[in-house]
């Protein structure tokens, strides 16, 4: 039926596209998104989408075939005449890279905003974004939703006594006030460096952590070493015990098998990203299904997004 909202998964994270349809009290809209022989991907709508509100859920994270799945899908409904495509994107993917902080590299943040506005998304529902900025290299309407709500209600419920939220870099101290103030708690800073891509080191820890419970803060978890490294420097201060929470559990390489052996009591993410086979007692993952099933479900009755969070 025209404008009738229909919800489209690539195969990045199946599992909280069904979430989120289940939210929604919808199915998975019909599709096929399958490789030929030769890997590439094949993308086919299975259903009549003249004039419907298609969303498609895919995060963009690595491998580039998330980020192709969800362009080719966007072309094939823009192709069967739906009549608004909006990409839902929980965890943006090349975010990371949205400067040149060094000569003769790419902005691919902003080449990714281009290729999907170029495939036919009509706007953008996305979460936690690494720079808020980022909405600025969109030319089509981009909705910006938190995970706060979620990660809150379980340090709010899980943490007691004297608490110091801490972040592991500037670029979280926004994040990290936010959620200081909502827990009660001070707010601190770690200044951390990168030697080389993929490591890092603690130079200094900015606020009192001595017999107080710290609650880390960050967006992304990758390799897990800004974390891993600013809670040694953190305990040998003195504190008490140390929680970690993150949007976005990319866990590059062994990074689980770190966090388990590292000082780091529980680190609690959300599953922005497939979590399937993470199975490790340390790692806690909630769903932000609601959040972006409300989300969904704003857009398609155009009712306002950001009183979700006031
Ligand atoms: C960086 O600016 C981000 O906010 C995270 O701190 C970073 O991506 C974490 O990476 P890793 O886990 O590899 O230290």
Request: glycine fraction near 8%; include cysteine.
């Amino acid at each position: 039926m025209a404008d009738e909202l229909r919800l489209f998964s690539g195969n990045a994270n199946k599992a909280l596209a069904q979430e989120i349809a289940d939210y929604l009290n919808i199915g998975l809209g019909d599709a096929v998104v399958n490789r030929f022989k030769d890997g590439e991907i094949q993308v086919s709508i299975s259903e009549n989408v003249r004039g419907v509100d298609a969303f498609v859920v895919q995060p963009t994270g690595p491998p580039a075939e998330n980020l192709l799945e969800l362009l080719i899908m966007c072309d094939a409904l823009k192709r069967a005449s739906a009549r608004r495509i909006t990409a839902v994107i929980p965890y943006f993917g090349y975010a990371r890279q949205d400067r040149k902080d060094r000569p003769r590299v790419a902005i691919t943040a902003k080449l990714v905003a281009n290729l999907l506005t170029e495939a036919g998304a009509d706007r953008v529902l996305t979460m936690d974004l690494h720079a808020p900025q980022i909405q600025g290299f969109f030319d089509i309407p981009l909705d910006h939703i938190y995970a706060a709500p979620v990660l809150l209600r379980y340090f709010d419920q899980s943490v007691k006594g004297d608490v110091v939220v801490m972040v592991p870099d500037t670029g979280s101290i926004k994040m990290g006030r936010a959620f200081a103030k909502r827990l009660g708690a001070s707010l601190g800073f770690v200044d951390k460096r990168r030697p080389k891509p993929d490591a890092a080191k603690v130079m200094n820890v900015v606020g009192d952590v001595e017999g107080k419970y710290v609650i880390m803060i960050d967006d992304i978890i990758s390799t897990g070493s800004t974390l891993i490294e600013a809670a040694k420097a953190i305990m040998d201060l003195g504190a008490v015990g140390i929680m970690a929470g993150a949007t976005h559990a990319v866990f590059a390489d062994d990074a689980v098998e770190h966090l388990s052996s590292s000082l780091i009591e529980q680190v609690v993410v959300t599953n922005t990203l497939d979590l399937a086979g993470v199975g490790n007692g340390k790692v806690k993952v909630l769903s932000v299904a609601e959040l972006l099933g409300e989300g969904i479900d704003r857009i398609h009755g155009e009712k306002s997004v950001s009183s979700l969070f006031v």
